[in-house]
């Protein structure tokens, strides 16, 4: 396990962006090509994705490997304060890293499975960049990758241990570009077209636009380049990117176009140009009760991971960042028993057992391209322990604790638990067609519709 631990370690020090993870998905490769296996680079057009494929015939089950870190997410291991580094501003911060450690750990125990109990089926370990930002796995759906497959499965790093459930958000992601004209503001205001007022007013108008939307969803926003530094220069160029969310892919470009329509107007109110740059989209989730049943199964039979008291007492210094009152007020959605988790928040640094969950068919807030996946395959994922209580996703806690013992614990054991799933369904082959029979029922006479355009290719602008 050295070697894993060395991979990860390495990731967490990388902390490339979306289409920029050169050094993790070259890691990865290079790690796979010395365990003895042929590793394809470059799939659908992306530089920085990748598949290792081992075995022959039916079942083909896919593995979904992450790596992509987040911008302003830099932060010292280990240190229980923040504490930004001066020389990065990116960092592991949804645990991408252990995401992808986890995911090679399931290949490999799944290997030794099907050599070991003579499986016929086909296993392909997947390298999926991008999934804050760029949809690296929607590209891969949308070009036809996954047409071979039968079933998907993956995971995500959490605070607690559980088999992830319900649907996330469909999401559209662009940038509103906007040029004016420059001009003295003083001297020549009368000359000048502001491009910065026109994002004001974008911003100002999505504002309002916000009473008047589904309460399942959601519009974020953040200005990329505000023309420059100088007050008394009317800016000439100025942008905004936008995250558009909705419970559907349908609902979500309806929505977007209501957001472009905003800002087409603010171009038109103080006399500037507009350009929408179209930057990415993904669809909602399609969850699988069938495979999380599966999965829940194998969570039962093998448990959580265990700690000792060096790690506990390492967890309790993150915990202590937290207020636990704001962590008991939380909403728990479909857990089985709220007052056992409760507990187990107040009396344990980390959580240390399994968190049942009910069947959810509910969207929840986020998103994620796993759910381009979901459309075209039976997909599920689980959650897995790899952070002390407190300490929630896209925080510094968690990229603080990337490199610890108990994220390695939790990253280990999920490539474990997909391994025992995925040998159930192979072993059980009426399991998987009842997870085909699921998808093809939840989707009815829908079809898969790609949110990315055809002629638009992987990307980072």
């Not at 969310?245 to 500037?272: F, H, I, Q, W």
Request: glycine residues 8%; proline residues 3%; hydrophobic residues 35%.
């Amino acid at each position: 396990m050295e070697d894993l631990k060395k991979l990860q370690d390495d990731l967490w020090g990388y902390a490339e962006t979306g289409f920029k993870e050169y050094k993790s998905a070259e890691a990865m490769c290079k790690y796979l090509e010395k365990k003895g296996f042929e590793v394809n680079r470059g799939i659908c057009n992306m530089d920085t994705a990748f598949d290792a494929v081992y075995g022959s015939g039916k079942p083909v089950i896919a593995i979904l490997a992450e790596y992509d870190a987040l911008d302003g997410m830099s932060q010292e291991a280990d240190v229980a304060e923040y504490k930004p580094l001066k020389d990065s501003t990116t960092g592991q911060g949804c645990g991408h890293h252990l995401l992808g450690v986890g995911a090679i750990n399931a290949f490999l125990e799944l290997k030794k499975i099907i050599d070991e109990e003579n499986l016929e089926a086909t296993i392909k370990l997947v390298g999926c960049p991008a999934e804050e930002a760029g949809s690296g796995k929607t590209y891969l759906a949308r070009d036809g990758y996954f047409d071979d497959v039968d079933i998907a499965l993956t995971w995500h790093p959490s605070n607690i241990s559980s088999v992830s459930t319900g649907s996330h958000q469909a999401c559209i992601q662009c940038y509103f570009r906007f040029k004016g004209v420059s001009s003295h503001a003083a001297g020549s205001p009368e000359l000048g077209r502001s491009a910065l007022d026109a994002v004001e007013l974008t911003n100002i108008g999505v504002n309002y636009l916000r009473e008047h939307i589904r309460s399942d969803e959601r519009i974020h926003y953040a200005i990329t380049n505000t023309g420059g530094h100088a007050p008394n220069v009317v800016q000439a160029e100025a942008e905004v990117r936008y995250f558009v969310r909705s419970s559907t892919g349908p609902r979500v470009k309806k929505l977007y176009e209501r957001v472009c329509n905003v800002a087409r107007g603010a171009a038109l109110m103080n006399d500037t140009e507009l350009e929408i740059i179209f930057d990415e989209g993904l669809v909602d989730i399609v969850p699988n009760f069938t495979l999380e049943k599966v999965f829940r199964d194998s969570f039962i039979k093998l448990g959580v991971p265990k700690y000792t008291e060096e790690e506990r007492e390492y967890a309790k210094k993150f915990k202590d960042t937290y207020d636990v009152d704001v962590l008991l007020n939380q909403t728990y959605e479909n857990v089985k028993d709220v007052k056992k988790l409760k507990k187990n928040i107040i009396e344990s640094e980390l959580n240390d057992y399994f968190v049942d969950k009910d069947h959810s068919d509910v969207c929840y807030m986020g998103s994620s391209d796993v759910g381009d996946v979901s459309w075209v395959v039976p997909t599920a994922q689980i959650n897995v322990n790899c952070f002390s209580y407190g300490a929630s996703g896209h925080s510094w806690q968690w990229v603080a604790q990337g490199k610890s013992s108990i994220s390695f614990k939790g990253a280990i054991h999920a490539g474990i638990i997909i391994a025992d799933t995925a040998r159930t369904l192979i072993k059980n082959p009426n399991l998987i067609e009842k997870a085909k029979e699921e998808l093809k029922e939840r989707l009815g006479d829908q079809e898969y519709e790609c949110l990315i355009p055809k002629d638009v290719l992987p990307h980072v602008y």
